[in-house]
């Protein structure tokens, strides 16, 4: 491969991920529809799932939206039964999540999904390439890491 400005390769990588992406992104939202959940809630319940109890603005800060936005996301993810909000018992101002077995059914549904989307995708190429991919993803979200 010819060196390539680094504005070359945004343009190129531009046009490349929305294509790969497509096929993707539709059938995580054909897996979200049957389970009746958005992405921003599934991003939300899978955040949770990861970091377990959580405060409100730290998800409002996962995925970038105000406190009033993510309370009334919070809010349908209650009523549907996902999520349970509490109080942190050493400071009642605090206002925590966690999910419900059903909302970890849902997020363990959806990952397994997610799984074999990319399992599909990435059988396409070879191992060795498979390899350099994770590498290079795992340098970048090091490096992204590093900057805070």
Avoid at 59 to 73: E, R
Avoid at 106 to 118: L, Q, S, T, Y
Avoid at 121 to 144: A, C, H, N
Wanted: charged letters at 30%.
């Amino acid at each position: 491969m010819s060196q390539i400005s680094l504005s070359e390769f945004a343009d190129r990588v531009g046009k490349i991920m929305p294509v790969i992406m497509k096929d993707f992104m539709k059938h995580q939202a054909a897996v979200f529809y049957k389970m009746d959940v958005t992405m921003p809630q599934f991003f939300v319940m899978e955040h949770i799932s990861r970091c377990g109890d959580c405060r409100m603005g730290e998800l409002a800060k996962f995925i970038n939206v105000t406190t009033a936005a993510m309370t009334g996301l919070i809010d349908r993810v209650v009523r549907d039964g996902y999520v349970s909000r509490f109080s942190d018992p050493k400071d009642r101002r605090i206002v925590k999540v966690k999910l419900t077995p059903k909302g970890a059914k849902v997020v363990g549904e959806a990952m397994k999904h997610r799984r074999e989307a990319a399992i599909r995708m990435f059988s396409m190429i070879s191992q060795e390439d498979r390899e350099q991919y994770l590498k290079i993803l795992t340098r970048i979200k090091d490096k992204m890491q590093e900057q805070g």
